[in-house]
């Protein structure tokens, strides 16, 4: 037993980069330029999907629900990997991480018809308005309690509806994901009518790939992919990627 069990771990290791062995996770609506796809069908695009390619070998990355990509990793139901992650009290109980690869914006988007002037001088300004996010997104950055931000929306579609339908006064996400999306054409984002504004008083949050703590071999897809990450920073190659993307 104890010799398989050697065997399934020197495999693993090994062998990291065979498609049945590595899955990755992310959200399936979209979070450019971290991970999107341009159309139904086509292979899943992006920062943290290209940095996956370079350190295993033809791994499986799909785009899921992301609180279903976050359950799946986390009950090892077909993925083993949940890509773009922020790291937070409730989410260190259950994954590991991996080293940090990229840092994201905290930024809020409004309407310029309903607010002429940037509504937030600080962020405990949020309190006075009606905040929405992505179901399943971690707004840990915004401060507030998660039961007072509207988070139903599955899609950043229906975000976005809510916010125009007047339901939100501020979505809050990430600069370049916003960004990101009005770049790529992905959203029906017109920029004279939306702004987008980083958060007072918040600082970037770097970004990591997870991994259950209930995974047999969840110590070893975490040191592979620390290594493959130094590797990348070593030879400028992780650079190269990250800038692809800006």
Request: hydrophobic share 35%.
């Amino acid at each position: 037993m104890r010799y398989l069990l050697f065997f399934a771990m020197f495999f693993f290791l090994h062998h990291a980069g065979a498609a049945e062995r590595v899955r990755a996770c992310g959200g399936d609506s979209n979070w450019p330029p971290m991970s999107y796809i341009k159309s139904a069908g086509t292979p899943v695009e992006g920062l943290s999907a290209d940095i996956l390619r370079n350190i295993f070998t033809d791994p499986k990355i799909e785009l899921r629900p992301w609180a279903r990509c976050l359950f799946e990793v986390q009950a090892r139901e077909g993925f083993d990997i949940v890509m773009s992650v922020f790291r937070n009290p409730e989410r260190e109980k259950v994954y590991l991480f991996s080293r940090s690869y990229h840092s994201l914006t905290p930024s809020y988007l409004y309407s310029a018809k309903k607010f002429p002037q940037p509504p937030l001088q600080m962020l405990s300004d949020l309190e006075k308005y009606k905040i929405c996010s992505l179901h399943g997104s971690s707004t840990f950055y915004t401060r507030l309690p998660p039961s007072v931000i509207e988070s139903g929306a599955t899609s950043y579609t229906s975000l976005m509806r809510k916010i125009e339908r007047g339901h939100c006064d501020i979505v809050v996400d990430m600069q370049e994901v916003l960004w990101g999306f009005a770049r790529l054409s992905l959203l029906p984002l017109d920029m004279s009518t939306y702004k987008i504004q980083s958060l007072p008083q918040t600082e970037k949050y770097p970004l990591h790939f997870g991994v259950s703590k209930e995974h047999p071999q969840a110590a070893q897809i975490i040191e592979q992919l620390d290594k493959g990450l130094m590797e990348l920073q070593k030879n400028g190659k992780l650079n190269s990627i990250i800038n692809k993307y800006q």
